[in-house]
């Protein structure tokens, strides 16, 4: 899974305590391929 977007933080203050809350924007969620499966033991393939 792919994610794009932002973070954003916000500050506000109820019964003398600071609160801090952080919100996660997604702007586009993707679905990515499966990785191929590999045996136990098999080598990294060599990478140019």
Do not use: N
């Amino acid at each position: 899974m792919t994610v794009q977007g932002s973070v954003r933080t916000r500050e506000y203050e109820k019964d003398g305590t600071t609160h801090r809350v952080f919100e996660l924007r997604a702007d586009s969620i993707g679905k990515l391929d499966r990785a191929e499966r590999r045996e136990p033991g098999d080598a990294d393939p060599e990478q140019p």
